[in-house]
């Protein structure tokens, strides 16, 4: 199977938008999903950056700066985020919601955004935790939710 079959048969079974210039699958990000997170980030003066990508790691969307790759982002985000579920399977197995990293820079937390994408969101060192979970964590729900739709073709209402 050639690898751009291979890519189109990974796109309808993640259902997720796809990224890979060296097969012509440049896509640009979604724009629902742009827009919500261009909103959270206006929402949150300490967010430094966010994304969406898919469990796999690809890239769906960001508002990232231009310091940070957003495709390396996605990978390594896919990558905390299966760590983060194969721990929560092994230690309690309930479902992965939420990981939060934090450095002496600032945060990295990534939502788990439905079983197909995570939302991760970087924040200052001074950032509120409490708040950059009472805004980030719907705005997961909505993006999985959202992704369901475009995936199946209908429409939900934008975030409030």
Avoid: W
Wanted: glycine share 8%; charged share 20%.
């Amino acid at each position: 199977m050639t690898k751009r079959r291979l890519g189109g048969l990974r796109e309808r079974l993640t259902k997720v938008a796809m990224s890979d210039p060296a097969h012509g699958l440049n896509r640009v990000p979604d724009p629902v999903v742009l827009a919500v997170l261009r909103t959270l980030r206006g929402r949150l003066p300490q967010l430094t950056g966010s994304l969406v990508a898919s469990s796999d790691g690809l890239l769906i969307a960001h508002d990232l700066p231009a310091s940070i790759e957003p495709e390396g982002m996605a990978a390594l985000a896919a990558s905390e985020l299966s760590l983060s579920q194969r721990m929560v399977s092994i230690a309690n197995d309930g479902a992965f919601r939420e990981v939060v990293v934090q450095s002496t820079n600032g945060y990295a937390v990534i939502y788990a955004a439905g079983s197909t994408a995570s939302l991760t969101v970087l924040a200052d060192p001074g950032a509120n935790v409490g708040r950059l979970h009472l805004e980030s964590r719907p705005v997961a729900h909505h993006i999985a939710d959202h992704l369901v739709d475009a995936a199946s073709g209908t429409q939900r209402p934008a975030l409030p």
